[in-house]
Structures are given as structure tokens and as C-alpha cells.
């Protein structure tokens, strides 16, 4: 199916309801992954707590560092980086801040303010989005 975001990849950082948690029931990231597959994305959904997401009937992507490559192949790059849920994991994740960093031209919107004031000012021209801070 065809949407505004056909074609586009996104990496969803989170299924859960809240960090640090493995329960996706009323879990607003559900409804944004509902969004971004109505509109044509390819979404592919981390989360250090769940497997399976029950609610989507979806397997969960366990291995965070095999999905930000270094470098190499055009095929596994994302357009964005969408991060959903503040699990601890990704406040800590010096990989995921690398490949923010390599990737200037893919979007990244932190929707629970956990990217760090130095990350984002140090990424000079990314395109990273915080919602909800008025700081920055």
C-alpha cells in the first residue's frame, strides 16, 4: 500500500508502555507503529524487554547493534530513528549515538526526551527532533 511514507524505513526504539518495562498493553507506541504502516513505512521495532508484541502480532528485533551498522550497506540504513520508549538502554547506548552521528541525513525524534543536550548540539546538522522539551 502507498502512503506519504512509502518507501521510507523507520527504526522504532521501544514497543513498551513505559521503561524499563516488558508490557506493551495501551501502549501509545502502538498507535504510532499503526500510523507509519497505514502511510507505506517499513517499521522495524527494538525492545530490550519484549519478544513478541502481542497486541501487533509482531516479532520484536532483540539485537540493537545489528541493526545500526557501521558504515556500510545502503540497504539497511533508516531514513528515521523513532525513539518511543526511555528504556535505559538507549540512554546509555554510545552505538546508537555513533550512528546518529554517521548518518547525517536521517531523522531522528526523540519522543521522551532521553538524547542527551551534548548529542544533540554535537550533531550539528541532523535532523533530531525532541518532543516535549522546551530547553533545546
Known sequence: TGGKLSGMRFLMLGASYRSDVADTRY?????LYRFLRREGAE???HDPYV???????????????????????????????????????????AGL???IASKPLMFVFDLVGII?????????NRRIRVLGRGDI
Open 27 to 31: 501502549s501509545p507506541p502502538e498507535y
Open 43 to 45: 517499521v522495524v521495532v
Open 51 to 93: 519478544r513478541f508484541w502481542e497486541e501487533l502480532a509482531l516479532p520484536v528485533e532483540e539485537d540493537l547493534d545489528g541493526l545500526l551498522p557501521d558504515g556500510g550497506d545502503p540497504k539497511a540504513a533508516f531514513d528515521a530513528v523513532v525513539i518511543s520508549t526511555a528504556h535505559g538502554m538507549y540512554r546509555d547506548h
Open 97 to 99: 549515538y555513533r550512528h
Open 116 to 124: 542527551p543536550d551534548q548529542t544533540i548540539h554535537r550533531t550539528e
